[in-house]
């Protein structure tokens, strides 16, 4: 019998997945030191890796570290002090989470790049802010998704000079949950729902806020932006909306202090439901910038009642514009073009003016209620 010769191929070499704790061990602060994490060795693309008590050295990623990680912990006993504000992690190059992220405090600096949730990753963030210097961006992939859960602050903003409004720019999904506020401090703050991205309150409190300051919360919705979960009140307060997306309200009352502008979109809100808009920002001077809400073509569907309640908010209307039910309690309603008020209005404050060719319209089946 012939005998076959033995064959052995091989195989490229593959490391499992660890586990690497940031231990500050190295003479300096950078990420791609390996005396600066556990067994002396530094983190790979597939690795897990953990800032807690064990060291609050501060840490610089550098070009030299991995441009993706699969899984980032910051918990709650690690506080980087090198820098003023503090500071955890500083970005000098792109990051991207590929898999998970927890954040149960400390600080993220986007100095040199953008910071990224991945597509498919998870962002439970629990604690602790970005804060972002020239334009750098914390971006939310399509398929990504966040859960914003405590009552702590979680600041998309910033505390010292030279800084930028941070800008979030969400393709995925993000989660409001109850008493749970994103806060933007110093320069602002800007969230973009992108197309195909969706922005859910789910519980009650202020979801948003910013300083009644010339810099406010900006959000600027292409997407769909919906409150649902808890039957209460959402506020976000000091914004600026800006929606040519989709924004449905499915109960209780979403607030809105501030202003903003809308054109050729639809909101929804469901029986029983209320959208109220109630003006109030104010520019660094103290002069009123108030809280004006241009909508232009807009349409307001459902069975549920937009309310105009704030003394110094205006609702200004251009083209051709529609609401179910309207209560005005305070406030202007003006406008240069046809509003239409197809069920029931509400008059028991308030004023109404317009241009001469403005009309408000009250439907063949409506009643107005002065």
């Known amino acids: 019998m012939r005998r076959r010769p033995l064959l052995v191929e091989a195989l490229e070499d593959r490391l499992a997945p660890a586990v690497r704790f940031w231990d500050g061990g190295g003479a300096d602060a950078l990420a791609s030191n390996p005396l600066n994490w556990s067994d002396d060795t530094a983190p790979t693309a597939q690795d897990t890796i953990v800032f807690n008590a064990t060291s609050t050295k501060s840490i610089t990623v550098d070009s030299a570290f991995p441009a993706t990680i699969a899984n980032l912990r910051i918990e709650s006993g690690y506080d980087g002090t090198n820098t003023v504000p503090t500071t955890s992690l500083t970005l000098h190059r792109p990051l991207t989470i590929t898999n998970s992220f927890i954040q149960a405090g400390g600080a993220i600096e986007l100095t040199f790049g953008n910071f990224t949730i991945g597509s498919g990753a998870d962002f439970e963030w629990l604690a602790g802010k970005f804060i972002a210097r020239y334009n750098n961006e914390l971006v939310i992939s399509s398929g990504a998704t966040v859960n914003v859960r405590t009552a702590a602050l979680h600041g998309l903003?910033?505390?010292?000079?030279?800084?930028?409004?941070?800008?979030?720019?969400?393709?995925?999904?993000?989660?409001?949950?109850?008493?749970?506020?994103?806060?933007?401090?110093?320069?602002?703050?800007?969230?973009?729902?992108?197309?195909?991205?969706?922005?859910?309150?789910?519980?009650?409190?202020?979801?948003?806020?910013?300083?009644?300051a010339f810099f406010s919360f900006v959000i600027d919705n292409q997407g769909t932006i919906t409150k649902s979960g808890l039957d209460a009140d959402i506020l976000l307060r000091n914004v600026h909306v800006t929606n040519i997306g989709t924004l449905n309200v499915n109960n209780g009352n979403l607030r809105i202090q501030g202003r903003g502008v809308g054109q050729g979109n639809v909101a929804t809100?469901?029986?029983?439901?209320?959208?109220?808009?109630?003006?109030?920002?104010?520019?660094?001077?103290?002069?009123?910038?108030?809280?004006?809400?241009?909508?232009n073509g807009f349409q307001v569907t459902g069975a549920g009642t937009?309310?105009?309640?704030?003394?110094?908010?205006?609702?200004?209307?251009?083209?051709?514009?529609?609401?179910?039910?309207?209560?005005?309690?305070?406030?202007?309603?003006?406008?240069?073009?046809?509003?239409?008020?197809?069920?029931?209005?509400?008059?028991?404050?308030?004023?109404?003016?317009?241009?001469?060719?403005?009309?408000?319209?009250?439907?063949?089946?409506?009643?107005?209620?002065?």
């Open 306 to 370: 937009l309310v105009i309640d704030g003394a110094n908010a205006e609702v200004r209307h251009a083209g051709t514009s529609s609401v179910e039910n309207l209560i005005l309690k305070r406030g202007i309603v003006s406008g240069t073009g046809t509003l239409t008020i197809n069920r029931e209005m509400y008059w028991s404050g308030g004023t109404m003016i317009g241009a001469s060719d403005a009309r408000t319209t009250i439907g063949a089946n409506a009643i107005l209620y002065v």
């Open 269 to 295: 809100i469901a029986a029983g439901a209320a959208l109220t808009l109630e003006g109030g920002i104010v520019d660094f001077s103290g002069f009123g910038l108030g809280g004006v809400f241009d909508l």
């Open 157 to 212: 903003g910033i505390s010292s000079a030279p800084v930028d409004p941070v800008i979030l720019n969400n393709f995925g999904t993000i989660n409001i949950h109850d008493n749970a506020t994103v806060a933007a401090g110093g320069s602002g703050a800007t969230l973009y729902v992108r197309q195909g991205g969706q922005l859910n309150f789910l519980g009650s409190g202020i979801a948003l806020d910013a300083p009644a």
